[in-house]
């Protein structure tokens, strides 16, 4: 199994890494959680000793963010000293009778914990006494640290193909102290002056080669152009779309991929388009339930977009643009959504609609970190999008975790301000397991939607 590749302790957070620890808010923390949910009873010891024995492919796990004085410069990655895998390992009990219910409780409950920053950014919460004998692992990892796609190859790292893979301890080096303030600012100031000979070294190119350079400046005027457009769209106000409060609810539900083959057989389309279409089925059916009307409504959901080279497959960190892409909530028939839907994401791949946003997000590069820092913590609710909505492939076989089959794996993807609804989609093992993120005060009836989203794909299954 391939490692994930990790710098060396001073590995400084790109602007994309840094901007979800400026962004975050006491109330709304912005971590990234996977739900494993495995037939036999797992243990922490068990799971500190796997997690021990991986460190050498997980050192990421055993590294803290550590911040610049007056922020001169984004933080970096360094080896915690104290680094203790059981300080991040928590074990519950599942209040009776250890359903699907109180699983989801007992796992939002969670979310709005916010990750202790003097330590490494991860948490793993073991809940026992679910129905069955089954036991729960959820897995929340700060978004700072990872995308959807580092996630998924990062929980890789922790399954095994096979019930009988044997751990081999290696012993890693003892880790150095902390770096001093000293230390730390000349970094920072060193970085930031390679980076401005590196700004020069391309203006000089520009200038050597004008073509090439009106052609950049072009695509990227058009790039920023299409994404303000967007930014300014008229997005409608949704019941969610309002100021988080601090509890969470999460529902979770799965649906067989051979039924989305079937749908594209039949129908056409790409597996993302069914999903989107189904999502967005759920939603108008939900609306229509709670009696908001849907006519001429084109809700807009802010959907990740990898752009990892096949070299950064295994790298951690964000390496993610965004798209808005118009939901078609609107029409009445599953068969007509999805027609829509495909129309939709064809002219967003005609219009590299993503590159708006990823050159927006690369202007921020050469923004002192101070002032972005600041901005960041100053942003108050936004509606940029109505929901966010991701959609990751996973393993497509069985996975292990300590000698323990994986039934199912949901994912959790965080909500901000402004959108207090998240739709994951994270395929394993021959289903989408799909997993709704809420406030509980914004859609105190999660479940409806779950069921929404299971009514309209058996609908859009069975045409």
Request: glycine share 10%; proline share 8%; net charge neutral.
């Amino acid at each position: 199994m391939a490692s994930v590749r990790v710098r060396g302790p001073d590995a400084r957070m790109t602007t994309r890494d840094a901007g979800f620890l400026y962004l975050e808010r006491p109330h709304a923390p912005l971590h990234i959680g996977c739900l494993a949910v495995c037939e036999g009873s797992l243990t922490l010891r068990r799971l500190g000793e796997r997690i021990e024995a991986r460190l050498p492919r997980l050192r990421r796990y055993a590294q803290r963010a550590v911040p610049v004085p007056l922020e001169l410069g984004h933080p970096t990655w360094e080896d915690d000293p104290g680094f203790d895998v059981h300080n991040h390992l928590f074990r519950w009990a599942v209040p009776p009778p250890g359903g699907r219910d109180e699983l989801q409780e007992a796992a939002a409950a969670l979310l709005t914990r916010r990750l202790d920053r003097s330590r490494p950014l991860w948490e793993m919460h073991l809940f026992e006494g679910l129905d069955g004998g089954k036991s729960a692992l959820f897995q929340m990892v700060h978004h700072c640290m990872i995308d959807g796609v580092a996630g998924a190859q990062l929980l890789e790292e922790l399954l095994d193909p096979s019930p009988e893979v044997a751990d081999r301890f290696v012993m890693l080096p003892e880790p150095s102290p902390l770096p001093g303030a000293a230390r730390r600012m000349g970094s920072a100031l060193g970085d930031a002056i390679r980076r401005q000979v590196g700004t020069a070294s391309s203006v000089l190119g520009a200038i050597r080669k004008p073509a090439a350079a009106r052609e950049s400046i072009r695509r990227l005027r058009d790039a920023a152009f299409g994404a303000l457009q967007l930014a300014t769209a008229d997005v409608p106000v949704l019941p969610w779309n309002a100021p988080l409060g601090f509890r969470r609810a999460l529902s979770f539900t799965r649906l067989p991929l051979a039924g989305v083959s079937r749908i594209r057989a039949t129908h056409g389309g790409t597996v993302n388009d069914v999903v989107l279409s189904v999502l967005a089925g759920g939603l108008h059916r939900y609306l229509r339930g709670n009696g908001v009307p849907t006519r001429g409504v084109e809700a807009v959901a802010l959907v990740p977009v990898s752009l990892r080279k096949p070299e950064e497959s295994h790298s951690l960190g964000n390496r993610i643009s965004g798209m808005l892409v118009p939901l078609a909530v609107d029409p009445t028939q599953e068969v007509a959504r999805l027609a829509a839907t495909r129309a939709i994401t064809e002219r967003l791949k005609t219009s590299a609609a993503w590159a708006g946003i990823d050159a927006l997000l690369a202007v921020l590069d050469d923004v002192p970190v101070p002032l972005l820092a600041g901005v960041g913590r100053g942003i108050r609710s936004a509606r940029l999008a109505n929901v966010v909505a991701t959609n990751v492939p996973g393993p497509r076989e069985t996975r292990w975790l300590c000698g323990t089959k994986v039934e199912a794996l949901y994912p959790v993807v965080p909500i901000v301000d402004g959108m207090g609804l998240g739709l994951a989609v994270f395929s394993y093992d021959g289903w989408l397991h799909v997993g709704l993120n809420a406030d509980a005060g914004l859609v105190p009836d999660l479940e409806k939607l779950e069921q929404a989203v299971q009514e309209a794909f058996v609908e859009l299954s069975s045409l």
